[in-house]
């Protein structure tokens, strides 16, 4: 199984930008299909940004239109672009891979590789 590392968490100010990365630890064909997820104490783990293999792209409404989720197989890494970011967005980042599945939905259930999480904090 495949270990995931997310960076690029922090604090920044409401309406500010931050990126993410989710690096693999062995190289990939292009062949399964990746996932952002965030959860704080007070609420579920939410399904917001996933890649498929076609490299089409879902997100939630929550993100959409703020956030962008990439991927550059060759570095064997995962972005997330987080831009106008709001307090609401405070959470814990995770980033998950399924590699039996060419498509997947915003569905923590489908994913078998998480990331350790990284902490994004935004501020009023």
């Known amino acids: 199984q495949v270990e995931l590392v997310e960076s690029g968490g922090g604090s920044v100010q409401s309406g500010g930008s931050l990126r993410l990365s989710c690096t693999a630890s062995?190289?990939?064909?292009?062949?399964?299909?990746m996932g952002w997820f965030r959860q704080t104490p007070e609420k579920e783990r939410e399904g917001f940004a996933s890649?498929?293999?076609?490299?089409?792209?879902s997100y939630a409404d929550s993100v959409k239109g703020r956030f962008t989720i990439s991927r550059d197989i060759a570095k064997n890494t995962l972005y997330l672009q987080m831009t106008s970011l709001k307090p609401g967005d405070t959470a814990m980042y995770y980033c998950?891979?399924?590699?039996?599945?060419?498509?997947?939905?915003?569905?923590?259930?489908?994913?078998?590789?998480w990331g350790q999480g990284t902490r994004v904090t935004v501020s009023s």
């Open positions: 062995a190289y990939r064909n292009s062949n399964y299909c």
């Open positions: 890649i498929n293999s076609d490299g089409s792209t």
């Open positions: 998950a891979e399924e590699i039996r599945r060419w498509f997947c939905p915003l569905d923590g259930s489908v994913f078998t590789s």
